[in-house]
């Protein structure tokens, strides 16, 4: 019901910066777009990188606190993730995800469970 479309992955040195975009369209459905990011990095699987909720709170994986930062533009349902400082352990394969919530986006989760929708994923490659 939600068709989700990601940008802005790359390769890059350590140390070095990248910027995610995801946009959402609705499909079908009235509710609030409620979206996430995540990543499978090889070795470790798939996890839960970065979500917002409406009240501005976010929620980031230990590992990338201080150097991520997750946004959105609520008005145009896309979701950003400005990624600084990046190292090896970020190489993966990151995927915007997205689900539909009637009273909005009350708590910034980041389960994989709670999301319907995703994202083809945009390939990130960190080199050191």
């Known amino acids: 019901q939600v068709q989700l479309r990601e940008s802005g992955g790359g390769s890059v040195q350590a140390g070095g910066s990248l910027s995610l975009s995801c946009t959402a369209s609705?499909?079908?459905?009235?509710?609030?777009?409620?979206m996430a990011w995540f990543r499978h990095v090889p070795g470790k699987g798939r996890e839960g990188v970065a979500s917002?909720?409406?009240?501005?709170?976010?929620n980031y994986v230990e590992s990338v606190k201080g150097r991520f930062t997750v946004s959105q533009d609520t008005r145009q349902n896309t979701l950003v993730l400005q990624m600084n400082d990046l190292k090896p352990d970020d190489t993966g394969t990151y995927y915007c995800?997205?689900?539909?919530?009637?009273?909005?986006?009350?708590?910034?989760?980041?389960?994989?469970?709670?999301?319907?929708?995703w994202g083809q994923g945009t390939q990130v490659t960190v080199s050191s």
């Open positions: 917002i909720a409406v009240d501005g709170r976010t």
């Open positions: 609705k499909i079908g459905g009235s509710s609030n777009i409620c």
């Open positions: 995800a997205a689900r539909q919530e009637s009273y909005g986006c009350l708590a910034a989760v980041l389960y994989e469970a709670a999301y319907k929708n």
